[in-house]
């Protein structure tokens, strides 16, 4: 495919937290001969607000990403929740709101925002990313990825093409985690439960490595497991990808 131009949302979380994703995501998309470009007005979608009722909030939050973001045609985000935001929510929240001005800004720029994943398979048509990763890894498909953007198999096409990566799948691969974001707060005892069935999982593959495409979900579990000492090495996605040499 012709050279693309990309804006990328890197994210608040990944941002101030996982920075090492977003940078993965510009080497990814480099490697394959595209430019990434970063809007600095951008900050947060305002997904916490909104799963947290402060619609207000989360409705200036919106406009300012459509209006960060309205210039470009290509944009990609490392978060399947915030991409779910973004494409499924800012819809419905403009309609509340009775601003039909920006449910029509979103509407036009919702099909041009991105998960890595649904980018690289659908968009650019690609499943190699000449990454090289000679590890055991099994994968967590989140719940925005899986119930809301219905990612599939995108991420096992990308990570079956990594050189030297072993894939094996994960037992009740469809189950939560337990992170849903203050879910994990308002309710801590089911949320650790949630999440030690995750983790039994996980071992039950013998899999050195646990990606996903949501760095909240495995900061979650990857705490788990660091409390347990498990040994379990947590990465997003876009990091694997990255790799192009033993990690």
Known sequence: MSRVQIALFVTCVNDAVFPETGKSVVRVLERLGHEVVFPPEQTCCGQMHLNSGYRSEALRLARRFVSSFAAFDVIVAPSASCVGTIVDSYAHLAEQAGDERLLAEVQALAPRVHELCELLVDVLGVTD???????????HPTCHSLRVLKLGDRPRLL???????QLVPLPDAASCCGFGGTFAIKNAETSIAMVADKLAAVHETGAEVLCAADNSCLAHIGGAASRLRSGLRVMHLAEILAEEHAG
């Open 129 to 139: 990313v000449g990454a090289a990763f000679p590890h055991r890894v099994t994968h």
């Open 159 to 165: 990570l079956e093409a990594v050189r030297g990566l």
